[in-house]
């Protein structure tokens, strides 16, 4: 990871969970050349794949259990748990406003995104057209992994094919913190991780949220992107990681605390404990973007939920 490398393909897929894999079969079925990339092996990576729900098939054993999906079982092991034979209790919290319920908008039927070419599907693109404002818990994830994968692969494939390679000569690098500080200043990742884990892990924040709370956490997390601009970065390749890596967890952050103030109401996992009743007027999504300057807006219009 120390070295630069190049590779050029019609088709890119990010990840290796069951929506990406999906999207790399569909789109070498469409006739694009893919390549796969992930920080992992496919059947391990993703959400879908350590949530049991049953989309990859482990051969019976606990030698094949645990090479094949050691993130799922690795919980249980430690709480002394046999997820098969014991009753246990699941919670879920602190999983609302981005991941839970949102995230990368998709904008057509292939799931695609307003930045051409950029296909999103699985975890990482927004969920709210099938599950509304819930998270789909085990088979509504599973089924938007398959579905959106296949429809983003082929998407993909068609863009790909359509407007043909760009020369590499003509690609620059968009990324800047974590990759290019802007500054001799430095600050780790691990000091980012963690002042960004304070304000966002504790659930008198981000699971009871209260304005009082929220706005103060968003002005410590805009604070830490400053500093992360001004020095947070990498020389190796694995430093670089972990560098976007806490640049990400900040830049997800700010979105999910923006997106939080925007919606004063309850309604499915975006609850305030300021605004605990159901506004009939906000029933729209609530977008968000942007880095240095983040940004949120309502949809143009209510949008409908398949049933």
Known sequence: ?????????????????????????????????????????????????????????????????????????????????????????????????VRGTGGIDVVDDDCATTVPGLYAAGDAATRERICGGFTGGGSHNAAWAMSSGSWAGRGAAAFARGSGRVDPAAVRGAGRVGLRPETTES?????????????????????????????????????????????LGGTTGAERVQARQAAAITAVGRLMYRSTLARTETRGM???????????????????GGLDEAWTAASEAPLAVAS
């Open 187 to 231: 600050v780790s990742p691990a000091e980012v991780v963690a002042a960004a884990q304070r304000e966002l892990l504790p659930f008198e924040k981000n699971y009871l949220r209260h304005g009082n709370r929220i706005r103060p956490a968003l002005a410590e997390l805009d604070d830490l992107w400053e500093r992360a601009a001004r020095g």
């Open 270 to 288: 975006s609850k305030r404990a300021d605004h605990p009743d159901l506004d009939p007027a906000q029933h729209h999504h609530i977008l968000s």
């Open 1 to 97: 990871m120390s070295e630069p490398w190049q590779i050029s393909t019609d088709v890119l897929v990010i990840g290796g969970g069951p929506a990406a894999c999906w999207a790399a079969v569909h789109a070498r079925e469409a006739g694009a050349d893919v390549v796969l990339v992930d920080k992992g092996y496919c059947g391990t990576s993703g959400a879908t794949a350590p949530s049991g729900t049953g989309v990859w098939y482990v051969a019976p054993g606990a030698t094949a259990r645990a090479q094949a999906k050691p993130n799922f079982f690795l919980q249980f092991d430690r709480r002394g748990i046999d997820p098969f034979t014991d009753r246990f209790e699941v919670d879920l919290l602190a999983e609302g406003t």
